[in-house]
């Protein structure tokens, strides 16, 4: 059940659509920066048993 919103519709329904794309990219961008983090310590811990 969608309310009416009336002359509102377009402004409620656009505030809606920006914030979940907002969301999404900051999801994504989470997920991007803990994948690169996670192979930057991959790295490190590998070096580190090579070394010694």
């Known amino acids: ?3 009416d919103l009336g002359k ?3 402004a409620v329904l656009s505030s809606y659509a920006i914030s979940l794309v ?3 990219g900051l999801i994504a961008l ?3 920066r803990g994948a690169k983090i996670r ?3 991959e790295e490190v811990e590998s070096r580190r ?3 010694g």
């Open 1 to 3: 059940m969608i309310p």
């Open 8 to 10: 509102y519709a377009s």
């Open 22 to 24: 907002l969301l999404a």
């Open 30 to 32: 989470s997920l991007w």
């Open 39 to 41: 192979r930057q310590l």
């Open 49 to 51: 048993k090579s070394d």
